[in-house]
C-alpha cells in the first residue's frame, strides 16, 4: 500500500512540476486588445470614455446591479476615479484616469482587488476615418505565476476580449442610436 502511495505521489509531483514549468514559460506582461469603428466624431464619443459615470453607461463589466460605486476627483478626465464593489462576478477594485487627450486618448489605471489581485493600464485610443472613429480598448499588465497557470487552462485574451467587444459594440450602439452625438 504505502508503494502505491509513493508512485501515485511522484505521479501528482511529476504533474505539479509540469504545469509550473509550463506556466513559467507563458509571457510576463499580458495585453489584450480589441477595436470597432462607429459611426460618429470622436468629439461624440470621447465624453463616453473620459467620465467614468458616463462609461459605467456602457460598459461590460456592469453586470451587478447592487454593485456599489464610489466617484472622487474631478467630473471628468484626468484625477477623475471610481471605486467599487460588487458581487463576485465583478469584484472590488478602482479605476483612475491617469491622462486625457480630447479627443482622441484616455489612459486609466485599473486596480482589481478581487476576485484575483491585479494592476493594469487601460487605454482607449480613438482615430477619425472620414465619418467613421476607429475606437480601440487595450489593456496591459504584469501576469503573477497563479495567472500563468489558470492561462493553461482559461484563453484570458478570448475571455476578456470578448467582454471589450461587448463593450465596444455597447459604445458603439449608445452612439449610433443619438443623432445628435454622431452629428
Known amino acids: 500500500m504505502l508503494e502505491i502511495a509513493l508512485y501515485v505521489a511522484l505521479g501528482l509531483a511529476a504533474v505539479v512540476a509540469a504545469v509550473l514549468i509550463l506556466a513559467l514559460r507563458r509571457p510576463d506582461i499580458m495585453k489584450i486588445v480589441r477595436s470597432t469603428e462607429i459611426a460618429g466624431s470622436p468629439e461624440a464619443i ?3 470614455i473620459d467620465d467614468l459615470r458616463q462609461f459605467s453607461t456602457w460598459s461590460p463589466f456592469e453586470k451587478d446591479p447592487a454593485m456599489k460605486r464610489t466617484y472622487s476627483g474631478p467630473d471628468h478626465g484626468q484625477g477623475q476615479r ?3 464593489n460588487g458581487n463576485s462576478e465583478v469584484g472590488e477594485g478602482s479605476v483612475t484616469i491617469l491622462s486625457s487627450s480630447a479627443p482622441s486618448r484616455v ?3 485599473l486596480i482589481m482587488l478581487r476576485p484575483m489581485r491585479g494592476d493594469n493600464h487601460v487605454t482607449f485610443t480613438l482615430v477619425p476615418n472620414g465619418r467613421l472613429t476607429k475606437v480601440t480598448w487595450a489593456i496591459e499588465g504584469g501576469v503573477p505565476l497563479i495567472a ?3 492561462q493553461l487552462f482559461i484563453d484570458m485574451d478570448r475571455m476578456c476580449g470578448a467582454e471589450f467587444e461587448k463593450g465596444l459594440a455597447n459604445l458603439k450602439a449608445k452612439i449610433e442610436r443619438s443623432p445628435a452625438a454622431a452629428a
Open 82 to 84: 471610481m471605486d467599487w
Open 148 to 150: 500563468k497557470v489558470m
Open 107 to 109: 489612459d486609466m489605471q
Open 46 to 48: 470621447f465624453p463616453l
